[in-house]
């Protein structure tokens, strides 16, 4: 299995240090290399993206987001970037899922709250994607295996419909964190984010993790950068 994150943004006005640290509440600092990824999974021929992006240029100069020009990095890394079978929808956020439009061919992983959060106020083109007659859907309501190795769990901490994905590779468990996590430091540290709608339920992850020594990977920490075999200037092999 080759795992590689691929980082699509930078910058945002709400990425501060309370946004990402519950223990900074009242601190305005932003981030600056506050960062967004998605991430690309190839496993016995079968190519699998967690999250899409976004790609609405109007709506990143509102939030104060830099769209960054990766297709040549893509084609540099992978030539035509593949085919993706499926992809899994951590959150009905927009930065995470408003470019599933581009994949009309790919199954639909989500939990059942994201897919009614989507359904009823994401974009016409998210809603037509969900809303296709031929859409091969999977909805999950509490934690289901995919593909004999991808557990995707629904934790409800960041929202109400937050999800997770995780898998063993080696002696270690890999957990590609939604917005459960804004940072590794929130896992490796033991830190619950800011940002989120049910405390006792992000905190209950994040302990969770931690006393199991869970690797995080999270879509808006520049770190991942700097962590793992860097390819390009914004792509990364993670294994």
């Not at 080759?2 to 990425?15: D, N, P, S, V, W």
Request: net charge negative; glycine share 8%; with cysteine.
């Amino acid at each position: 299995m080759k795992l590689y994150g691929i980082r699509f943004a930078k910058g945002f006005q709400y990425g501060t240090m309370e946004t990402v640290f519950c223990t900074q509440k009242g601190d305005h600092e932003r981030i600056p290399d506050f960062s967004f990824f998605y991430y690309l999974v190839e496993d016995e021929g079968k190519h699998l993206l967690i999250d899409t992006g976004f790609r609405d240029e109007r709506l990143a100069a509102e939030m104060g987001v830099s769209l960054l020009s990766v297709e040549g990095e893509i084609r540099q890394v992978f030539g035509l970037f593949p085919e993706i079978d499926a992809i899994f929808l951590t959150h009905s956020h927009w930065d995470h899922i408003n470019n599933i439009d581009l994949y009309p061919n790919a199954r639909l992983i989500m939990s059942k709250l994201t897919y009614e959060q989507a359904v009823s106020e994401g974009t016409a083109a998210v809603r037509d994607r969900l809303q296709e007659k031929k859409a091969l859907i999977s909805l999950v309501e509490e934690k289901e295996c995919f593909y004999d190795r991808f557990h995707f769990e629904v934790i409800g901490g960041h929202t109400p419909d937050s999800s997770v994905l995780h898998f063993q590779m080696g002696n270690a468990t890999y957990c590609i964190t939604g917005d459960e996590c804004y940072s590794c430091k929130n896992m490796e540290q033991n830190i619950p984010i800011g940002i989120r709608v049910c405390a006792e339920k992000n905190e209950r992850f994040i302990q969770k993790a931690y006393d199991k020594g869970w690797i995080p990977l999270p879509f808006h920490d520049a770190g991942v950068l700097k962590k793992y075999e860097r390819l390009t200037e914004n792509i990364v092999r993670i294994f």
